[in-house]
């Protein structure tokens, strides 16, 4: 069967939500990987060959072809296939999204189909996207950390932790892969919630891990809320989670949720104080820090150090950031920085390099790579990352004196911008107006600029 570029009508939403509505078997607490899945579904159809008493006749499931399913590349795989995955969930073709494709008869190009998924990946009036949110929700409810559902519990056990663990783990999945404004409601309200069980007798050990998992529910509270422009929210749940990680001892945690707070600020343009909250969360860490975590923090802090003028020290910052990315081990790191891929170290650069693009053209071809490189090496599921940069990608094309590219880049996302439930995304549409000056005086631009006022960032 021939293998199709997906497009944003043909993302099988209801396979993904299937494998992220499962806890990996790991016992990490986090979604089902595909790699689990496939394993799962071969086992799944080893045991039906079995019981008809034949043998299996493909290959096996890989957590590619899982991947290509999810993305709708293929929507019909083999009898075995599909038989081995409908064993596994327990579920049909039809509720697993498997259907006999058909092409369209519309010609689309490969650009295009990308930037059509990347931009309905984050669409509010996706149907399939509520469907996930409904499942997670109802894990959630059945949890025991959701509203009238805690009353009944009298004292915090260990299972509480790891339930309230495995939920973040699912919300987190898909904040990574849609954005956080269709959460942040949903999350809150499991974080508040959850932060009342507090009051409940527990042993030292067990109120110390729950009071890491509530820290890290809370901190993906801030992050969505932040993520949907809700700046004072934000801030609320990132205090309480700082203090809770802290409280708890776990300095990893403490300074996530610090680095969190900085994104904030850099994205308001308080930069000074974010560089200096970069700088504390480092030294908090003192021997519990990792490669990632110091690669992590010393990329923020070079974008903030460039923003506010100081060149030098943001590219000493930038080399620290690599030479620290490449010490990573990745089974020695915290579960939940696993985000922290190629793309995001190398989007740092591309942050750096526009900001001394806008004192000198000169750097503007050197932005411009590095930001392309940088969309080049984000994983597929970091679907709002790839837009953010996009985004950066046209502010950097018009420092370095391409307009035409950069209205092109630029009218894609822009096209569907008012559909985009990351505020963040909007307000950084909007912030592009400041990198048109180069390339004044062009009608073409002229009528981008006013396409652009439209996403002006709200105060």
Known sequence: MGVRQADDANVNNQLMAARLGRVSPSGSGRPMSRQEVADGANAAIARLCRERGTRPQMAGLTANMIGAFERGERRWPSKEYRDGLTAFFGMTPAELGLYIDRPSRTAVTPRARRDQRDVAELGPRNPQRREILRRIAAIAATSGLLGRSTVGITRIGAADAARLTAVTELYGSVDREVGGGLLCRHVAELAESATSLLSRDAGEAQRSKFMVALAGIRQLAGWTAFDAGNHAE???????????????????????????????????????????????????????????????????????????????AALNNLESAREEFHRIDWDLEPAWIRF????????????????????????????????????????????????????????????????????????????????????????????????????????????????????????
């Not at 090496?377 to 950097?396: I, K």
């Open 340 to 459: 922290y891929d190629q793309g995001e170290l190398l989007a740092q650069y591309g942050r750096v390099y526009r900001d001394l693009a806008r004192q000198d053209q000169r750097y503007g071809d050197t932005a411009v790579e590095w930001v392309k490189t940088a969309i080049a090496n984000f994983e597929p599921t970091n679907q709002r990352s790839m837009v953010l940069n996009r985004v950066g990608l046209c502010s950097a094309y018009f420092l370095a004196g391409h307009p035409d590219e950069a209205i092109r880049v630029g009218t894609n996302v822009v096209k569907f911008g008012q559909h985009l439930t990351s505020r963040r995304i909007l307000d950084r549409i909007g912030n592009v107006r400041r990198d048109i000056r180069h390339s004044r005086g062009r009608s073409d631009v002229a009528d981008f600029a006013n396409a652009l006022a439209q996403f002006a960032p709200r105060p």
């Open 234 to 312: 934000s801030q609320r749940h990132f205090t309480i989670a700082e203090s809770l990680a802290s409280s708890a001892g776990d300095a990893r945690l403490a300074a996530r949720v610090r680095y969190c707070q900085a994104r904030q600020l850099q994205h308001l343009h308080h930069n000074v104080d974010a560089a200096y909250l970069l700088r504390r969360a480092a030294e908090g860490l003192a021997a519990s820090g990792t490669p990632a975590l110091r690669a992590l923090l010393a990329g923020s802090e070079a974008a903030s150090l460039a923003a506010l003028g100081d060149h030098t």
